[in-house]
């Protein structure tokens, strides 16, 4: 997906697991607060009277009763404070959903990034080469006719069409033809949702983006926003759920208090869980799996379960590059061979790490989802990003209301 300097994951290639960190090494260091420019207006400019050359009266002494009143005083906030220390430490949740509540998605955007958008006229071959050019796996549809966003073209928009003209094979010749304005009848013909068209107002708190997110199960949105002056639409950039993990990550010291274990939060899915094999045909993993599924990975496990690798939907784009749609019939180990040298690899994780530690792990590296094995590397399960945003936003949020 065109998410700028962090707008879209290349596919690539690697077979390396790597594991969350078991502990946190790096923290974000505070920026130096700026020294006030003259003319400033500090807090305390409301809070004090200004300095007189009056000489200042005696204070007058204290009263038992005063003496007593102030020890009170200092006693409530003292418990104040450690009532809001506990609550923070028991749910930190509610500290990162109130940072949510504050940030907008703007501030989620880099300084500087790059946006690339396809017009719904364009040839679904020209749009696939255009993201392989570019290293980006989404991007979002802009429809010139009537100056107004159409959506997002999504890995699972080309999966589509591989599942509609392996359907239709008479139709096969006509594939490098197809224009994405024809998507919606791609839909229609293979009975799917149509193409999804949310989007979030950059102006908006960044907690009400990540709601629409779970709601539509999206795993980025884009940010439209309207020209003051024509009252067009202007698709600002697309957020994933990546970036804003890795935004709280970085920005909220409260994941550092997300201390439980994955077995004790039950997050994750961890019963019938699809794997393939290494000779699993391609086009059989994407139609059996994560067609019928909806899911964006399988598991590539040998015949004791111990993972080798992972399948995603982003494969899909480097093996059908240049209408190569023939290679559909390969088998997964030979597909996985055409990722390009720089894929991050596998990341991995046991049922006894720490969310604080995945939290860890999303600030260090492009992470999007873990494969949840054992000590031997036997699959246990997968937990997605979707999983942890969650967690983030709903676990709790009943009691605060």
Not at 163 to 188: G, P
Not at 203 to 229: F, K
Not at 259 to 271: E, I, Q, V, W
Not at 355 to 368: C, K, M
């Amino acid at each position: 997906m065109a998410e700028s300097s962090d707008v879209a994951a290349a596919a690539g290639q690697s077979s390396q697991l790597d594991h969350a960190p078991n502990n946190n090494n790096a923290r974000a260091s505070p920026a130096p607060a700026p020294a006030p420019s003259e003319g400033f207006v500090r807090p305390s400019t409301y809070l004090r009277p200004r300095h007189s050359s009056a000489t200042a009266a005696p204070p007058s002494p204290q009263t038992a009763l005063d003496r007593e009143q102030v020890e009170g005083l200092s006693i409530r906030v003292e418990h104040s404070r450690q009532a809001r220390l506990i609550l923070v430490i028991s749910f930190p949740q509610r500290a990162i959903r109130a940072f949510l509540k504050m940030r907008t998605s703007y501030d989620v955007l880099p300084l500087s990034y790059r946006l690339i958008t396809f017009d719904t006229s364009l040839l679904v071959k020209k749009s696939l080469n255009t993201l392989i050019l570019n290293g980006i796996v989404s991007a979002p549809l802009w429809d010139s006719k009537s100056s107004t966003f159409a959506g997002m073209l999504t890995t699972s928009d080309y999966i589509n069409v591989i599942q509609y003209y392996w359907q239709n094979s008479d139709a096969f010749k006509q594939i490098d033809q197809f224009r994405l304005n024809s998507l919606r009848d791609v839909e229609k013909a293979i009975g799917v949702a149509p193409i999804e068209t949310i989007y979030a107002d950059p102006h908006r708190s960044l907690y009400e983006a990540l709601r629409r997110m779970l709601v539509s199960r999206a795993r980025r949105i884009p940010l439209v926003d309207v020209d003051p002056d024509t009252g067009r639409q202007l698709v600002v950039s697309v957020i994933t759920q990546y970036r804003i993990l890795k935004f709280v990550a970085i920005n909220v010291t409260e994941t550092q208090m997300l201390r439980k274990p994955l077995k004790d939060l039950n997050l994750g899915t961890y019963d019938n869980v699809a794997t393939a094999r290494m000779e699993t045909p391609v086009i059989e993993v994407i139609i059996e799996m994560l067609v019928k599924r909806s899911i964006s990975s399988v598991p590539i496990v040998d015949d004791d379960g111990v993972v080798l690798n992972v399948f995603e939907a982003v494969d899909v784009i480097t093996i059908i590059k240049g209408g190569a749609y023939e290679d559909l019939n390969l088998s997964v180990g030979e597909a996985l061979m055409k990722r390009s040298d720089d894929f991050a690899g596998i990341y991995t994780c046991t049922v006894d790490d720490r969310l604080d530690t995945i939290f860890d792990t999303i600030r260090r590296s492009r992470v999007h989802r873990l494969v949840v094995v054992d000590d031997s590397n036997h699959l246990q399960g997968i937990l997605t990003l979707s999983d942890i945003l969650q967690y983030m936003l709903l676990e709790g949020e009943s009691d605060e209301r």
